[in-house]
C-alpha cells in the first residue's frame, strides 16, 4: 500500500514510458541469445560494483536504500554466499523503534556527528575544565573515526571520490566522507561543496530517478550547510596554520563565499537542505559569510538574512517551521506558526553572530524565553515534531 503523504517524488512520464519500453520490450530480446550474453555481462558489472561497495562500507553501505538492494543482489546472486551472510547483521543498524512502530532511519547513526557538535556545545560553556574527562574522551573518539584511507583500485574506474583524511557521518566502518564532518576534498567549480563527491553528472538524469520518496539524488549536489561548514573549518585551520596551501586556501574561502551570495533567494532567505529548513539554511549561510570575513555593515547578504530572520519572529518569541517547509520549496516561514526549540535555537545562533546584540537584543531576549520557559527538570529539552 502506498501512502499519498509518501509520494513525494512522482514519476515523471518519461519514466513510465522507459521502464515500459524496457519491460516490453528490451526485456524479451536480453532473455535470448545473443542478447542474453550482453544482459550476463552487463549484470557482472553491476555485481562487481555492488561488492566493491559492500566491502568498503563494511556492509552497512551509504544509506538503507541500496542497502536493502545491494543485500538482494547477493542473495540473488548465491544465497549461500558470504556476501550475503555479512549484510544480516548490519541490517539493525538501520532499524529502531518509534512511539507508533518500527522504522528504518535514513543513515546507520549520525555518531560523528552529535559528537562534534556536543563538544562544541561544552566548551561554548566555558566549561572545558569541569568536563575535562568528557571532551578528552569525546576527542579520542573524533580521531579514532577518522578515515585513514582511501577505497583501493582506480577510483575513477569505481565512481569513487578521495576519502583519506575525512570524517564520515556516522562511523568509520561506514566510510563515506562526508564534506561539512571534512571540509576541502568536495569543492565544485562553483565553488559550493556537495556531500559525499563532485557532481558528476548532468541534472537531467533525475529524470529517471526511480525512487517515490527522494527527489534529486540520482547526482550530487554543492549545498550551503555543506559551504558554510567547509568555509568555517578552513578558516580555523588557517588560523592554526596560516602558511599551509594558504593561496589556495584563500582562493576557496573566497569562492565558497561567492557561492552562498549567489544561492540566497531574494527574500534573504537560504533553502536548508539537511534541515527544516529556512532558519538552518539561514544560519549556515551567515556562518559561513562572517567565517570567510564578512560583517553585517560590509555585506548586503547577511543584512537581508537578518532582516528575513526578524520579519519571521513570532510575535510571542522564537521561531517556528514545519517539514512542508522541506517538501515544499517554495514555501516560506508563516508568522501563524508556532515557535519550535530547534528553530529558535538555529536563528538565534545566525543573529548573535551578526551581531543582533549589540543593533537591538530585544529579538534575542524574547527567543531566549521560550528556550528557558522548555527546559524541563532534568535539564533537557522537549522533543518536538
Known sequence: ???????????????????????????????????????????????????????NARYICIGP????????????????????KLHIPRIFYYLWIAEDSMKMQGYNGSQLWDTSFAVQAIISTNLGKECGPTLRKAHEFIKKFSVLD??????????????????????????????????EGLKNADGGFTTYELTRSCRWLELINPAETFGDIVI????????????????????????????EIENCISKAAKFIKDTQAPDGSWYGSWGVCFTYGGWFGIKGLIASGKTYSNCPCIRKACDYLLSKELASGGWGESSVMSEQEHTRIS??????????????????????????????????????????KIGDFPQEV
Open 220 to 247: 550530487d549536489y554543492p549545498y550551503v550547510e555543506c559551504t558554510s561548514a567547509a568555509i568555517q573549518a578552513l578558516t580555523s585551520f588557517k588560523k592554526l596554520y596560516p602558511e599551509h596551501r594558504r593561496h
Open 335 to 376: 508568522p501563524g506558526d508556532k515557535p519550535h526549540i530547534v528553530n529558535t535555537a538555529w536563528a538565534m545562533l545566525a543573529l548573535i553572530d551578526a551581531g543582533q546584540a549589540e543593533r537591538d537584543p530585544n529579538p534575542l531576549h524574547r527567543a531566549a524565553m521560550i528556550l528557558l520557559n522548555s527546559q524541563m
Open 65 to 84: 536504500v541500496n542497502k536493502v538492494l545491494n543485500m538482494l543482489c547477493c542473495w540473488i546472486e548465491d544465497p549461500n554466499s558470504e556476501a550475503f
Open 150 to 183: 582511501d577505497c583501493p583500485g582506480d577510483l575513477n574506474f569505481w565512481h569513487r571520490h578521495i576519502s583519506k583524511g575525512a570524517w564520515p557521518f556516522s562511523t568509520a566502518d561506514h566510510g563515506w566522507p562526508i564534506s561539512d564532518c571534512a571540509a
Open 1 to 55: 500500500m502506498k501512502l499519498e503523504e509518501d509520494l513525494y517524488y512522482p514519476h515523471p512520464l518519461v519514466q513510465d514510458v522507459l521502464w515500459a519500453s524496457l519491460h516490453k520490450v528490451v526485456e524479451p530480446i536480453l532473455v535470448h541469445w545473443p542478447g542474453s550474453k550482453l544482459r550476463e555481462k552487463a549484470l557482472c558489472t553491476v555485481m562487481q560494483h555492488v561488492h566493491y561497495e559492500d566491502e
